[in-house]
């Protein structure tokens, strides 16, 4: 703090001498002082046409500020995270992998989708209010919290950075470089390239001319930003089921579960007795078990019917068929098309 302070009452007497300050910096380099300390000092004082130096209102930090701040970064981060996400979606529908047997995930789609919905609208929003508060008092942009975010943000993507390259030449090395890993990498490279260049050039021009000032390129950073979030939820909306179709495969999933626990109650049931239940009632005799479950929508019981053996049919009315699905849900048992469907099956031990 001593050194600070010296430095600072050196730069206040030669300012007040009408020393140029690009004189007084070259001789502070000169004594041993780093770049960065002059600027600082000399970024004190405005360069005001006045009789003796006029110094700058210091960077302060109210809660307000620091919120806001942690409010942008927070939802830059996520922005950033789920857009991504989107983008592999597209690109794992676009270029299919024999490997993952044809899955995709619209459970983590929608979620991207909702966070995108609501965090991308609160950093534009949070962003445009820290520019309006810098615009009107330039001091408020030296915030330590700012700082010290941006600076991690830089670390950031410089990490992500240094990764997706990593990867890039280990696949190469592999003999694993196909068109499907180079597009998910150049999607890493390019959101965490375009976030590190952005604030580094923030910082930069901050440097050079020594005290807080506007963004430069900000407008282009939040419109390339803006558009690239709009297609990829205009493609994801496309993409996806609508609302009341989702809530169709919901009750016919219910129908899949409900079946699962009666085959699993029959199986209990033909254990304890060697013998298969007359009907579904019979298993409501069973200690402990719970009510029998019925359609979700309609509230008809499921059907029921004992053949030859240990061998016994369990049928639901479905809305739609698993025809669409991925392949590993088309392969499971339990897969059905659309209408009244009845599935066999075989009484066994309950296994523990």
């Known amino acids: 703090m001593a050194a600070e302070e010296e430095l600072s009452g050196f730069v206040r007497e030669a300012l007040a001498k009408g020393l140029p300050r690009a004189q007084i910096e070259e001789v502070l380099l000169k004594a041993g002082w780093e770049p960065e300390q002059v600027r600082g000092a000399l970024a004190a004082f405005a360069g005001l046409d006045f ?79 820290l520019a309006k508060a810098a615009a009107h008092a330039p001091g408020k942009r030296g915030s330590k919290v700012r700082k010290w975010l941006t600076y991690l943000t830089l670390f950031l993507a410089a990490g992500t950075l240094v990764g997706d390259c990593t990867a890039l030449v280990f696949n190469l090395l592999s003999g694993e470089l196909t068109l499907r890993f180079i ?36 407008r282009l950073f939040i419109w390339v930003g803006s558009g690239a979030v709009a297609l990829s939820l205009i493609g994801s909306l496309l993409l996806l089921d609508s609302p009341s179709q989702e809530r169709v495969h919901r009750l016919d999933a219910r129908r899949v579960e409900d079946l699962r626990l009666l085959a699993g109650a029959v199986d209990l049931h033909w254990s304890r007795g060697n013998a298969l239940p ?25 059907e029921y019917r004992a053949l030859a053996g240990d061998r016994y049919e369990l049928c639901a009315g479905f809305a739609c068929g698993t025809d669409a699905e991925p392949l590993e849900t088309r392969r499971d048992f339990w897969a059905h098309g659309t209408g009244r469907q009845c599935f066999q099956l075989e009484a066994k031990k309950p296994t523990r």
């Not at 210091?58 to 919120?67: G, I, V």
Request: glycine content about 8%; aromatic content about 12%.
């Open 51 to 129: 009789p003796i130096p006029v110094p700058r209102p210091k960077p302060y930090l109210p809660a307000r500020e620091a919120f806001l701040y942690l409010v942008l970064f927070t939802t830059l981060y996520l922005s950033a995270y789920h857009l991504g996400s989107l983008l592999f979606q597209f690109v794992e529908r676009a270029l299919p992998d024999p490997v993952d047997l044809g899955l995709h995930f619209p459970e983590a789609t929608r979620w991207s989708v909702s966070f995108l919905i609501i965090a991308f609208p609160v950093f534009l929003y949070t962003a445009r209010t």
């Open 183 to 218: 597009l998910k990498a150049a999607i890493v490279g390019m959101l965490a390239g375009g976030i590190f260049s952005h604030y580094l050039r923030d910082l930069r021009r901050e440097e050079q001319e020594g005290h807080p000032s506007p963004p430069t390129g900000g």
């Open 278 to 302: 007359l009907s579904l009632d019979d298993l409501t005799l069973e200690p402990g078990y719970p009510p029998l479950p019925a359609d979700p929508e309609t509230g008809s019981p499921y």
